[in-house]
């Protein structure tokens, strides 16, 4: 069992959904490097489990995470170039295991969200967020740039919004964040939870193969060109139909009952910490 310093891991609804928590509530979630070293090896320990259907991503305490964490920074300030460089990758390297994770990831946003935590928020699948939530690409204020979550915020919001909030540096709320793409939900913080269990039903309700290639049709259709996209889907949806799974699914549809995946009843949050 892998024991980690930064982050809390638990399992729930049949060992279906883990839950990953950024836990340095004492600095609002910051991001330093042994918590980024341990969300990146958390997340490629779990995308081994095929009997995983999704991960919830959030913090602990008032935040979802501050961004950069001070003592890091101060780091950084002596680093040479190529120091710095070799940082930012371990950065670029903890975003791209989340974004090619293989099964949904929910980021729960409990909290301030500011910097680098706005880049975790942009690679997960599906942003829930308190309406109480405050947020910031705040790197420009400090003299640099949120160069290495750039690509993923900008998929998200896209280039106008980006070119706006980069360089303002301004804070934002909930509400403007789902204006723009970066946050799909937003409900009063006692109600996060709640909105987080419904949205748990309904990927529990999914084929759990069928639910790992829609996200990744979702994320590379658009970047590939026609030839590569129509060999892509057609490709896909061929191999499912095929599969016991899509076999399973389509039998239940004309059988007017529940795909053998689904659960029995709504399972209930029997944590358990691995």
């Not at 003299?143 to 915020?153: D, E, K, N, Y």
């Not at 909105?195 to 590379?220: F, Y």
């Not at 892509?232 to 076999?247: D, F, K, Y």
Request: glycine share 6%.
């Amino acid at each position: 069992m892998v024991l980690y310093e930064t982050i809390l891991l638990t399992l729930s609804h049949d060992a279906r959904i883990a839950t990953v928590t950024m836990n340095r509530p004492e600095v609002h979630n910051a991001l330093n490097q042994r918590l980024l070293s341990e969300l990146k090896a958390a997340f490629q320990e779990l995308s081994k489990d095929e009997h995983l259907s999704a991960v919830i991503l959030t913090g602990s305490g008032k935040s979802f995470s501050a961004g950069a964490d001070v003592v890091m920074m101060q780091a950084a300030a002596s680093y040479t170039l190529e120091q710095n460089q070799q940082e930012a990758l371990q950065l670029a390297e903890t975003f791209e295991s989340i974004n090619f994770f293989p099964t949904p990831v929910i980021a729960r946003v409990n909290g301030a969200a500011m910097g680098g935590g706005l880049g975790l928020l942009a690679v997960c699948d599906i942003a829930i967020a308190a309406e109480t939530a405050r947020m910031a690409f705040s790197e420009v204020k400090l003299g640099i740039a949120p160069a290495v979550i750039s690509p993923f915020v900008i998929r998200k919001i896209g280039a106008s919004q980006a070119r706006r909030l980069f360089v303002t540096g301004e804070r934002f709320n909930a509400t403007l964040a789902q204006a723009i793409g970066l946050v799909h939900t937003v409900v009063p913080v006692e109600q996060l939870d709640t909105a987080i269990e419904n949205t748990l039903q309904e990927l529990l309700g999914g084929g759990p193969a069928a639910m790992r290639a829609c996200k990744a049709l979702a994320r590379d259709v658009g970047e590939l060109d026609a030839a590569a996209a129509r060999a892509l889907t057609t490709e896909t949806i061929a191999r499912l139909r095929v599969s016991p799974e899509g076999q399973e699914g389509l039998r239940a549809f004309l059988e007017r009952r529940k795909p053998d995946w689904t659960p029995t009843e709504e399972v209930g949050q029997d944590l358990r910490h691995v």
